[in-house]
């Protein structure tokens, strides 16, 4: 039972680039989501899934789609990477209600 | 609006309480949350308190509510060294799938 993992744990893009930070769980969990957290600031919810097929946008989802196939991976993509999202990224899962198991976090600097 | 504070750092001598303080604003929060984040992991979920309820007791943790002033703590009896890290409480306004997080409190136990 490996948890929730994610890759890469650390990345650089130029502008203009584009990747996909992945993440999977194997707890069967259906709720997941995706964080951002910036220095001296709380998490900032970026996009969330309750089950496959089901995804909505959270309080910063500018610059960033999702998709949800299955019930194990939800794939964050960043489309044309800026500055301003270089944060560290994570990934949460929990069976219902609030995230209850993060992973250890992908560090994205965007130059 | 969705704010939520909290003091930035703690410190406190291995064996005494410790006391995490956090406000928030939005008083439809029907839970509220408190995640704990040690260096170079994902957060943890540690405890919450439903709205209705004053007070939350989870072996050396004790939680408490004040609605009328938006006021939540933590409380954590008999401090180790285990227990430094990065405490966030979170509110949900949007429901427990849209958290808002403080910045946190950096709490570091000295023997």
């Known amino acids: 039972n490996a948890g929730v993992t994610q890759t890469p744990k650390f990345q650089v893009l130029k502008t203009g680039q584009s990747m996909t930070l992945q993440c999977a769980q194997d707890m069967n969990h259906e709720y997941m989501s995706w964080y951002r957290q910036d220095p001296g600031m709380g998490l900032r919810l970026i996009h969330y899934?309750?089950?496959?097929?089901?995804?909505d946008q959270g309080e910063v989802p500018n610059g960033y789609n999702v998709s949800r196939s299955t019930t194990e991976d939800f794939p964050l993509r960043l489309l044309s990477a800026a500055p301003s999202q270089t944060s560290v990224y994570f990934c949460?899962?929990?069976?219902?209600?609030?995230?209850?198991?993060f992973g250890p976090g992908t560090r994205l600097t965007v130059t | 609006g969705e704010d939520v504070e909290q003091s930035l750092f703690l410190s406190v001598r291995e064996g005494d309480s410790s006391v995490i303080n956090c406000t928030y604003t939005d008083s439809s929060s029907t839970y509220l949350y408190w995640y704990k984040q040690e260096p170079g992991a994902g957060l943890q979920l540690l405890t919450y308190i439903f709205s209705n309820m004053d007070m939350k007791q989870d072996q050396r943790l004790t939680v408490l509510l004040n609605k009328k002033d938006k006021h939540l703590s933590l409380r954590i009896a008999d401090t180790q060294t285990g227990d430094s890290a990065i405490y966030f409480c979170a509110e949900t306004p949007g429901g427990y799938n849209k958290l808002i997080f403080g910045a946190g409190t950096r709490l570091a136990v000295h023997p």
């Open positions: 899934s309750v089950g496959a097929g089901i995804t």
């Open positions: 949460a899962s929990s069976s219902s209600g609030p995230p209850e198991y």
